[in-house]
């Protein structure tokens, strides 16, 4: 079946540092993937959605400047975290479109400390 | 806009069948999906109706119907792993991306 790799699993950052979290479609292609955000215990939260060649299209109240999103080919987008503050600590999940949905990527749980 | 409603939690014993519902309002609609996830992991794709009626996948089953606007998950001899939570939803038509619902929690007892 589909897989998306995501990396990395964890990561700890102190405040004002910028974090990337990359997501990779290993055995089809993506030309859309989705960025979630989630809370513990809470809903995904969609973040953008990201544009193999083109812009990402952020939703209502994400800051395009703070999560910048990069899709650069077919299976690869990127996520940066840009002046973590502890209120970005989260768990971070992407998702590609596939034949038979939506595969998720094992998610990114920062924390910025 | 897209919104759902599904319960917050469901509790039921090992062998039993359980029933998880989901309604929603929406602009536009391709399909509803279902995802479980576990405690501290990512959500998995569990099924996905684009047309009425009933979809089957083992132990699984997913329903919908359009005219109402709801669906259901359908989850037979409930095992102690199935424990988990579990959302719906909706793909519309702006691009494929999908808005969840807030999950409900399933706790399977023995």
């Known amino acids: 079946g589909a897989v998306v790799s995501q990396h990395p699993s964890r990561v700890i950052c102190k405040s004002g540092t910028s974090v990337k979290i990359e997501c990779r479609s290993l055995d089809f292609q993506a030309t859309t993937m989705f960025w979630y955000r989630q809370f513990p215990k809470k809903s995904l939260m969609l973040m953008a959605t990201s544009n193999e060649g083109s812009k990402a299209t952020y939703e209502q109240g994400v800051e395009k400047d703070k999560f910048l999103i990069n899709h650069a080919s077919l299976t690869l987008s990127t996520l940066t975290v840009t002046s973590a503050h502890p209120e970005d600590s989260s768990f971070y999940i992407c998702s590609a479109r596939d034949s038979k949905g939506y595969t998720f990527g094992s998610g990114t749980r920062l924390t910025v400390v | 806009g897209q919104s759902l409603e599904q319960p917050s939690e469901v509790t039921a014993v090992e062998g039993a069948i359980v029933q998880i519902n989901c309604t929603y309002q929406t602009s536009g609609f391709y399909g509803l999906s279902w995802y479980q996830q576990h405690d501290g992991g990512a959500p998995t794709f569990l099924s996905y109706?684009?047309?009425?009626g009933l979809e089957e996948t083992g132990r699984f089953s997913s329903f919908l119907s359009r005219s109402d606007s709801y669906g259901y998950l359908l989850l037979q001899e409930l095992q102690m792993k199935d424990s988990a939570s579990y959302f719906c939803?909706?793909?519309?038509?702006?691009?494929?991306?999908?808005?969840f619902g807030d999950g409900t929690t399933l706790t399977v007892k023995p």
């Open positions: 939803a909706v793909t519309g038509t702006n691009a494929g991306k999908s808005t």
């Open positions: 109706n684009a047309l009425d």
